[in-house]
């Protein structure tokens, strides 16, 4: 048993003996396999590596060369661009396996320079290209044909000049190419047809003239096309009907002519089409009524005609719909009452007639509603309060009737309400102080009569109020102090009555207020010097009494000042000098007594003084004469006397009497000559004849803007028709003497005689017509040449 034992632990040894050795074999074969291959494989790694390195080297050596051409401040913001290996360079993304650049992105990295420096065939598998939002310039290289991988091109939002190269053409991996707001003209390249890859194509905001290449057609992948703000011309191609992917078109702000192509209608997928802004004709295609997937329409500013498509209709998800400013006409379709998505809603500036439709009331997404400058009449419907979304309504300029209804009042979202320009009746509704959200309200230029309601004072965020021109009586109603946003109150031609509220000074924003023409009494309130922010203020044309106070010199921005035609008194203040930005002003037409105050010399901006019709006396300040900015000035009918400098500037002269009878040139100038004593001939010696004085008849003749037209009347009709027709040698003698003040009367004092002249051509009393005198005109008298050819 022992010996037998002994064997079977033998047999076990050596089993596990042949095992270890086998073992020992085996792992000898594999090292040495491993050795082997690895002598074998280790120079073609090498020689990858080596490749990879060169590659990697060969493009940071471009990039690097680009970057030392950029301007020097873009160098800075490149600071990560050094050594050899570009991987890791900010705006450059590289392959993993091969350590190729696969993608430039510098977008908004305020890079200024040109890309002429920029190795394009150094970079064989670059995908995409962002160099959008910088301030690179030139020409766009032809050599950026060498990038055949590229599948994105972005250099939208630069300043690139010069032509799109035709060789972008070549490069057919290309998915999406935008070039927006540069500066590149010329052509749209045929060759961009070839890009049949192409999805978005972006060419907006450039200078691109010719016409939209027909090749585009064939970009069957094409979602974006935007060539919007360019020069383009010419029609619309018929062939952009088929890009049957096309989601985007945007073809406005062009110069585009001739009809919308009804192939259009094709464009399933179409959700904007925006073709305004061009001088298309023609009507809108039933068409356009096919396109299920459209969102935004928008034609307007073209010259579009004929009737609004009732298969507009048909767009359910139409949100946006502008088709103002063209010449359509008819009734507004009831069919747009199905475009229950619809927001914006834009017919203004059109020929549209019958009556606004109730069926508006049922769109109740909407947010904006334009019927401005059309034909339309009837009344306001009652419906168009059921628009609770509604922010924005004009129906402006039509010839709307009835009264305004009060159930607008219930628009609680309303920022602006416009109805100006109609005939609408009856009172403002109490209802509309219900809109806290209006900022303009303008209701002017109608018969709307009653009261101002009080109920405005709770619109507290309105900025403007126009109410003129309409038939409103009774008092301002003092809510309208709480208007603390008003920045223009516009309550003139009416027949409001009272005096001006005391709080009207609250409102400090305010920079217009107008309350002429009205039957406004009592005393201008100290208050309105507190409007620190007014330009434009206009009393004239009231019954106001009282003094102009000083506190009017607080109002530094003060542009216009309208005081005329009151019943004003006093002197006028000194302080007015002190409204620096002041451009017009005029007091005349009341009972001001007293001197100019010289102060007036100091506004050097104005250019109209008008203080004719008063009592005023004294001298006229010379600082008058300095006005440079001056060009309309009216002293007449006052008892001033002007101060003259003589040449010498060594003393001075005085000159008195009315200033309607000397020269104009005096009133600017103070220079005189013997041209005006020739002027104030020509006023005494036409006074006679035409029996009043001649105001600013014969000067309007002798403008020239005069309408030529006016030219034509005849000089008897101009004559005093209480005093017997002249005839024969009379009539002579009357058409030489108006022959002579006509002359003497011209604007230029180069032009008029001397009085020499007028003396020898006083002793020839010889007319300068052989016509009789009914058949001739005021044209003929100045035409007739000067004293000397008519002798």
């Known amino acids: 048993m022992t010996s037998l034992s002994n064997k079977l632990h033998f047999n076990q040894f050596i089993s596990s003996l042949v095992f270890f050795l086998l073992v020992v074999v085996i792992l000898d074969f594999v090292c040495s396999s491993i050795a082997s291959v690895t002598s074998i494989t280790s120079p073609f790694v090498h020689t990858i590596n080596k490749v990879k390195v060169a590659e990697e080297r060969k493009e940071a050596k471009a990039l690097l060369k680009w970057k030392t051409n950029l301007h020097s401040t873009s160098q800075s913001f490149l600071s990560s661009w050094a050594g050899s290996n570009p991987c890791n360079w900010v705006g ?10 696969t993608h430039l992105n510098l977008s908004s990295h305020n890079l200024k320079g040109t890309l002429h420096s920029l190795s394009f065939q150094s970079f064989p598998n670059l995908l995409s290209v962002d160099l959008s939002h910088n301030s690179l310039f030139g020409t766009i290289p032809s050599n950026i044909v060498h990038l055949s991988k590229l599948s994105i091109l972005n250099l939208s939002y ?105 192939l259009l209608g094709n464009l399933s997928n179409l959700t904007t089409l925006y073709l305004h ?14 396109l299920s997937s459209l969102t935004k329409l928008e034609l307007l500013v073209n010259s579009l005609i004929g009737t609004i498509p009732t298969s507009l209709g048909n767009l359910s998800n139409l949100t946006t719909l502008y088709l103002h400013t063209n010449q359509l006409f008819g009734s507004i379709p009831q069919e747009l009452g ?60 039509n010839s709307l ?14 920022t602006t309400l416009h109805f100006h320009t109609n005939q609408l009746s009856g009172s403002i509704p109490q209802e509309l102080g219900m809109l806290c959200s209006l900022t303009d309200l303008d209701l002017y230029k109608n018969s709307l009569i009653g009261t101002i309601p009080a109920s405005l004072g709770n619109l507290s965020n309105l900025t403007t109020l126009h109410f003129h021109t309409n038939q409103l009586f009774g008092s301002i109603p003092q809510e309208l102090g709480m208007l603390c946003s008003l920045t223009d109150l516009d309550l003139y031609k009416n027949s409001l009555i009272g005096t001006i509220p005391a709080f009207l000074g609250n409102l400090s924003n305010l920079t217009t207020l107008h309350l002429h023409m009205n039957q406004l009494s009592g005393s201008i309130p100290q208050e309105l010097g507190m409007l620190s922010s007014l330009a434009d203020l206009e009393l004239s044309v009231n019954s106001l ?11 530094s921005n003060l542009t216009t000042l309208y005081l005329h035609t009151n019943q004003l008194f006093g002197s006028v203040s000194q302080e007015l000098g002190m409204l620096s930005f002041l451009t017009d002003l005029r007091l005349s037409i009341n009972s001001l007594t007293g001197t100019i105050p010289a102060s007036l ?131 002579e003698k009357v058409v030489l003497v108006a022959k002579i003040a006509l002359t003497c009367l011209h604007t230029s004092p180069q032009s008029r005689p001397t009085m020499q002249q007028v003396y020898q051509k006083l002793l020839n009393w010889k007319s300068p017509f052989t016509k009789p005198l009914r058949m001739i005109t005021l044209r003929e008298l100045i035409d007739h040449g000067n004293l000397n050819e008519a002798s």
């Not at 009494?545 to 109002?555: D, P, Q, R, V």
């Open 92 to 101: 450059i993304n590289c392959d993993n396996k091969s350590g190729s650049v």
């Open 158 to 262: 630069n300043q690139f000049t010069g032509r799109i190269p035709s060789e972008i053409g070549q490069l057919t991996s290309l998915h999406m190419f935008y070039l927006a707001a540069n500066r590149v003209s010329g052509l749209i390249p045929q060759e961009l047809g070839g890009l049949t890859s192409l999805s978005e194509l972006d060419l907006s905001s450039n200078n691109l003239t010719g016409t939209i290449p027909t090749s585009l057609g064939n970009l069957s992948n094409l979602t974006t096309l935007y060539i919007y703000k360019n020069q383009l011309s010419g029609s619309i191609p018929q062939e952009l009907g088929m890009l049957s992917s096309l989601t985007n078109l945007k073809l406005s702000v062009n110069s585009l002519t001739g009809t919308i192509p009804t």
């Open 277 to 290: 802004t061009n001088q298309l004709s023609g009507s809108i295609p039933q068409e356009l009524g096919m």
């Open 338 to 397: 199905m475009l229950s998505s619809l927001t914006n809603l834009e017919l203004s500036v059109n020929s549209l007639t019958c009556t606004i439709p109730t069926f508006l009331g049922n769109l109740s997404n909407l947010t904006t509603l334009y019927l401005h400058m059309n034909q339309l009449s009837g009344s306001i419907p009652q419906e168009l309060g059921m628009l609770s979304s509604l922010t924005d309504l004009r129906s402006s300029i």
């Open 401 to 414: 009737t009835g009264t305004i209804p009060a159930s607008l009042g219930n628009l609680s979202n309303l």
């Open 545 to 555: 009494t009282g003094t102009i106070l000083g506190s009017l010199g607080n109002l």
């Open 601 to 731: 010399g100091n506004l050097s901006n104005l250019t109209t003084l008008y203080l004719s019709k008063n009592q005023l006396s004294g001298f006229i300040p010379h600082g008058l004469g300095r006005l440079s900015s001056l060009t309309d000035l009216k002293l007449s009918i006052n008892s001033l006397t002007a101060r003259i400098m003589s040449s010498n500037t060594s003393y001075w002269t005085s000159f008195a009497g009315t200033f309607g009878y000397t020269a104009p040139e005096l009133a600017y100038t103070m220079e005189v000559s013997e041209k005006c004593d020739v002027y104030s001939f020509g006023v005494v010696a036409l006074e006679p004849i035409i029996g009043r004085h001649r105001g600013d008849l014969i000067s309007s003749f002798l403008s020239s803007s005069f309408p030529l037209s006016s030219h034509d009347v005849l000089l008897e009709d101009v004559l005093d028709q209480r005093l017997a027709h002249p005839t024969n040698r009379v009539a």
